[in-house]
């Protein structure tokens, strides 16, 4: 009676990504209400900064009451406004500020910029655009959950992992590109492109020059696009400085080639000035073709005016983005050397990370067995036992068990203690030489609670079991 | 080095290079008429009147006066600030639970409080745009299709098919009985789509109608619930224009059906789409709902509503304006009572010169009947007389054939977006042009006669030949979209 759209589970929200959340949700730390509930360190939200943004709201009240500098109302020109082009005030602060994030090393063209619902529509729409069903985009491992929603569900188009791995920091390399690639060939499907999120989700580094030369010199020679989900890109806090690839682009000498055409940035306001709740995203493209189908396309989830207005006010101060930038930056440094040194007192590492709202993080010698299972097992205590929904790899697709993304910006400081404080007990209790019978001591004591624990935990063993069996 | 056209679409996918977003039509002629020549009262009194697009505009002193008594409902004013970051950060696709209630409230209130509508169930979209495109993906394959009475608003073509493969299928409705939807229409449509092996997933009404500015009565509602429920496939309402019925009492959505009798149909296949674009005038906001009777559909167009959420900013100041009773009654009487106004006085002015109008009583528009200025009874004949309408009336109007009426002759003409000086100048233009062909009647009449009397005459009429030729012996090619249309 319904579509096979909703019968099938490509929304993805049975991951256990989404699962996390949901059990999170059922038991919210609160630091008086709930003090030994969970802490949500999965939700990779910027929240450090709002009272830069709160503090320019109180200077500029006629942004706030939809009036003009003259004091005209101008509610109803947005109430009306729904051309799809966007309000121009809008895109040109936008472009300006993207610009300003990259150090002003590339500039950006308004009429080339297409907004949309938040990056979430962004990104399916560009699919919509560039792939037909069937047709299969190549992404590096480990790479946003949200991402099998968002590229394959309603556009029935595929995706291929690239395997990166840890024995190299999980960057991108020549031989795993092009083994996705005939991996793709191998299961009959047409390979339209390659996406990645630069600076990664989840693992918080930025593309090195090397591997954006690597995916400009593979796109090139395949004839196929490059998508270059940049919604990180105002969180680069330190060294080495983000290197967008349309600056890759320009040091080539590929702005007004074919090349560039095919490369597309993606970008949204909800993790740089921390405002999911706007839905504020946007495509950028070379391509004309590419800019007015996806404008046609944005009618289906267009940005409303009046958020529109308000942030063209916002982004148009540029003392106002300079100063936040920066401020932004210095507080997500600081508050990323708190966890890595945090986990690092518990024994824990991280991959080295430069930039986004949280880390990868080291827990392999943590797990029973280095299996997925193994990771599933740590990951349940360390949702039920320590108290925090972290996120584990497999939601990630990483091809290796045991790493963690933990995020870091979605708190205050002292809940952030309290996490590092958590996980040190958590460690403790587990020697290093005895972590097996550990472990069972530790399920043994819980089995009364884990019975309890809803169907879908246990669901998910076999569901990575599956993975287990398909990425290998 | 530039790569040919053929290898260029190859990079790209078959829906961003095909005509799935209907913007090729030659209707498009019309915008782009007013868009190069603005009508303006001042500096361009002799541009093109923009009559094609369904705004309300009429109530927006009560909304500012609301807005300015109510600072707090921007989240942005000091009163509101506090929240400012509770909302920046809630991207829950449930959508705050205020905004839902409002909404609640506030479609009930439309239907008169006749009946309640669950906040639960309110799925959020963006727009009516984006609503329709996900019951489309919700309820049917690729390949599957909805039946659809004709005529109907053009944008359906792009948002229930262009990125899902869906197709429509006409029922068509005729003038001879004012457009009603009829048994006999649907059980037609239904049966084609058989022969034709698709397979029919459901039926789209929009309630009231866009471009009839009619509402359907309740027996015609039971009798489509009763054609769903028998065939076993689903029932999607578009109630977006249901605040702008002029007599309220009257109209009767399907959720009073439901309430009524319950036992009628199969409660899983009714879907309501609505927005805030056309009652409140809000299109900008981009404010779609979905409200469905079945819970998997809710939950998975909930799912999908991630893809176009209504900005917190936006749900935060509907909540505050749409939970107060006095101001939201006030507004929905004070713009019926507009819209009836308005309405009434260009339907009347029209009519003192002999054009007619289907009799409606809802939607910001009318259904204005011009078959009897049409040469011939042919889609030709309305194109080209479309375009004199355009190019020498200057009102950008709409053509029937753009809606796929089956009849051509009808043209939709918007009220509400303009003054009422600006409609004044519409009308008189209106009358003009009448009043002239007349003239040109009888002189041409006088003319043909002479003609035959004294052929090697050189009479030379001072009105436009160009006119002349156009209304009395079409020669312009084929225009065949008028053709295609009626597929």
Not at chain 2, 342 to 358: K, N, P, Y
């Amino acid at each position: 009676m319904l579509s096979e759209k909703v019968t099938c589970n490509s929304h993805g929200q049975d991951s256990s990504y989404f699962l996390g959340w949901e059990e999170y949700e059922k038991n919210p730390y609160d630091e008086f209400k709930n003090p030994n509930g969970i802490i949500q360190m999965g939700l990779a939200e910027n929240q450090l900064s709002f009272d830069l943004l709160q503090s320019w709201l109180e200077k500029n009240p006629q942004a706030m009451a939809f009036k003009n500098y003259n004091n005209q109302s101008i509610f109803k020109d947005l109430a009306l406004f729904q051309d799809y082009h966007g309000l121009p005030a809008f895109k040109n602060a936008l472009v300006k500020f993207m610009s300003e994030i990259r150090g002003g090393s590339v500039s950006f063209n308004p009429n080339n910029l297409v907004l949309t619902a938040g990056a979430t529509s962004a990104n399916e729409t560009l699919m919509f655009c560039l792939a037909n069903p069937g047709d299969a985009f190549l992404l590096p491992t480990p790479y946003y959950p949200g991402f099998d929603r968002d590229l394959k569900w309603r556009t029935g188009a595929e995706i291929v992992p690239i395997h990166c791995s840890s024995l190299n920091g999980f960057r991108i390399t020549k031989s795993a590109l092009e083994d996705a690639y005939k991996q793709a060939e191998k299961q009959n499907l047409k390979v339209k492109g390659v996406l990645v999120t630069n600076p990664s989700n989840p693992l918080g580094t930025s593309l090195s020059l090397h591997e954006l030369d690597l995916l400009v010199n593979f796109i090139s020679s395949r004839n196929i696009h490059l998508v270059s989900d940049e919604i990180y890109s105002g969180t680069v806090f330190s060294s080495p400085s983000f290197i967008s690839i349309m600056e890759v682009l320009k040091n080539k000498n590929l702005m007004n080639t074919e090349i560039a055409k095919r490369v597309h940035i993606v970008y949204s306001l909800s993790k740089d000035l921390g405002l999911p709740g706007f839905r504020i995203g946007a495509i950028y493209s070379n391509d004309e073709r590419v800019v007015s189908a996806a404008t046609k396309m944005s009618s289906f989830g267009l940005v409303s005016s009046q958020t529109q207005h308000l942030l063209s006010e916002i982004l148009s101060d540029q003392n106002f983005t300079k100063t936040y930038l920066s401020e932004n930056r210095r507080r997500l440094k600081e508050r990323h050397e708190m966890l890595v040194s945090g986990l690092k007192k518990s024994g824990i590492g991280c991959l080295p990370s430069n930039s986004g709202l949280f880390c990868w993080v080291d827990m392999r010698h943590l797990l029973s067995s280095n299996t997925f299972e193994g990771e599933m097992e740590l990951w349940k205590m360390i949702v039920y036992q320590v108290g925090l929904n972290i996120s584990p790899g497999s939601s990630c697709h990483c091809s290796e068990p045991g790493w963690f993304r933990v995020c870091f910006a979605n708190m205050s400081e002292e809940t952030l203690d309290l996490a590092m404080q958590r996980v040190k007990s958590f460690v403790e209790l587990m020697p290093k030489q005895n972590n097996q019978s550990c472990h069972q001591k530790l399920m043994n004591r819980n089995s009364r609670r884990t019975k309890s624990l809803p169907k879908w935990v246990f669901e998910l063993s076999f569901h990575q079991q599956e993975i287990v069996a398909n990425e290998r | 080095m530039e790569v040919g056209l053929n290898n260029t679409h190859k990079f790209l996918s078959k829906i961003a290079t095909n005509d799935g977003h209907g913007e090729n039509s030659p209707y498009f002629d019309g915008w782009k008429a007013y868009d190069t020549n603005p009508y303006h009262p001042l500096t361009n009194p002799s541009g093109v009147i923009q009559m094609g697009l369904a705004e309300n505009q009429l109530c927006f002193d009560l909304i500012h006066e609301w807005l300015m008594n109510h600072p707090e409902a921007s989240i942005c004013t000091p009163q509101g600030g506090f929240d400012f970051k509770e909302i920046a950060l809630f991207q829950d696709y449930h959508g705050l639970p205020e905004f839902r209630a409002a909404i609640a409230n506030f479609m009930s209130r439309v239907r008169g409080s006749r009946v309640k509508f669950d906040p639960d169930r309110i799925v959020m979209s963006g727009g009516a745009t984006g609503a329709h495109e996900t019951v489309a993906f919700c309820l049917a394959n690729r390949g599957e299709a909805f039946l659809v009475p004709t005529p109907y608003y053009p944008g359906f073509d792009r948002d229930l098919k262009w990125r899902t493969g869906v197709e429509l299928i006409p029922v068509v409705c005729e003038s001879s009985n004012n457009f009603k939807v009829t048994l006999e229409a649907l059980e037609d449509a239904y049966d084609k789509a058989k022969e034709s092996n698709i397979k029919v997933k459901g039926l789209l009404i929009t309630n009231p109608s866009n471009p009839l500015g009619t509402f359907f009565d309740k027996e015609t509602l039971k009798t489509l619930v009763g054609f769903i429920n028998e065939k076993n496939i689903h029932l999607v309402c578009d109630e977006i224009y249901a605040g702008t019925v002029t007599n309220g009492n009257k109209f009767v959505s399907i959720a009073e059906i439901l309430e009524e009798v319950p036992t009628i149909c199969d409660h899983n296949l009714i879907h309501i789409v609505y927005s805030l674009s056309k009652d409140m005038g809000f299109p900008g906001f981009r404010v779609g709902i979905i409200y469905s009777y079945n819970d998997t559909v809710v939950s998975i167009s909930r799912k999908m509503s991630s893809f176009g959420l209504v900005s917190t900013q936006t749900q935060h100041m509907i909540a505050s304006m749409l939970s107060q009773n006095d101001f939201v009654d006030n507004f929905i009487h004070e713009s019926r009572t507009r819209l009836a106004h308005r309405h009434d006085m260009i339907t009347r002015e029209l009519a003192e010169v002999g054009i007619g109008s289907l009799e409606s009583n809802a939607g910001l528009f009318f259904w204005m009947d011009l078959r009897r200025f049409l040469k011939e009874p042919t889609f030709e004949a309305e194109m080209t007389f479309w375009r004199i309408i355009i190019n020498e009336i200057k009102l950008n109007v709409s053509p029937g054939s753009s809606f796929h009426c089956n009849e051509p002759g009808w043209f939709r003409v918007c009220f509400a977006n303009m003054d009422d000086a600006t409609v004044m100048v519409a009308i008189e233009r209106i009358k003009s042009f009448v009043h002239e062909t007349r003239m040109l009647e009888i002189k041409t009449k006088a003319l043909a006669k002479t003609k035959k009397q004294c052929w090697q005459n050189n009479l030379t009429l001072k009105l436009s030949s160009r006119r002349l030729e156009e209304i009395m012996s079409p020669h312009s090619p084929l225009n065949s979209p008028m053709l295609r249309a009626q597929n």
